[in-house]
């Protein structure tokens, strides 16, 4: 037989596997499209690089939200 916080411990693994995937992909085209633009004009790419990393700090933080949510709401 199952331990029921052992299952729970896999479908919270899982979960946070699932949600990975969004800011994963996030982060790819932020610094994809940045290198792009950088490229195109080299001489924005001081402002196109800090909002780069802006938007890859909001980016990150879904992630790691993603981690926190299964102790949050585990323990019921």
């Given at each position: 037989m199952i331990a029921e916080g052992t299952v729970y411990g896999s479908v919270a693994s899982l979960g946070y596997g699932l949600a990975a995937i969004g800011p994963g992909i996030g982060v790819g085209l932020i610094f994809g499209n940045g290198v792009q633009a950088m490229a195109r004009q080299p001489e924005?790419?001081?402002?196109i690089r800090s909002n780069m990393f802006i938007?890859?700090?909001?980016t990150e933080a879904l992630a790691l939200i993603g981690i926190v949510m299964p102790f949050v709401f585990g323990n019921k």
């Open positions: 924005a790419a001081g402002l938007g890859f700090a909001l």
